[in-house]
Nanobody, 119 residues
Framework: VHLVESGGGLVRPGGSLRLSCAAN????????MNWYREAPGKQRELVGT???????NIPDSVKGRFTISRENSKNSVYPQMNNLKPEDPAVYFC??????????????WGQGTQVTVSS
């Protein structure tokens, strides 16, 4: 699966940003779409999941501020980030988990998009 992210940029504290991840195939073929972030010196952190069945999981670390949605007709997933805080700046990555023809799960990653929070 080829993934292309967009929507990153500079936002003020308390502001909102919507990222986008477009897959080159139908989301119906993908078991789950995840968003991760990686800040300098920190481990990559999961910030949202949406499964093929539409179940959404938002970790406690960002729950109440981050949501995730999808648009099947565009093969796209959109994390919505609200009330951005100084601890949110990172490179945000889209991840897709898919089964190959042997039924084995594998994942694909986008190139990442930078989010900066600054006044």
């Amino acid at each position: 699966v080829h993934l292309v992210e967009s929507g990153g940029g500079l936002v003020r504290p308390g502001g909102s940003l919507r990222l986008s991840c477009a897959a080159n195939e139908s989301l119906a073929n993908i078991e789950g779409m995840n968003w991760y972030r990686e800040a300098p010196g920190k481990q990559r952190e999961l910030v949202g999941t949406i499964t093929k069945g539409g179940s959404i999981n938002i970790p406690d670390s960002v729950k109440g501020r981050f949501t995730i949605s999808r648009e099947n007709s565009k093969n796209s997933v959109y994390p919505q980030m609200n009330n951005l805080k100084p601890e949110d700046p990172a490179v945000y990555f889209c991840n897709a988990v898919r089964r190959n023809s042997y039924g084995i799960l594998y994942d694909s990653w986008g190139q990442g998009t930078q989010v900066t929070v600054s006044s």
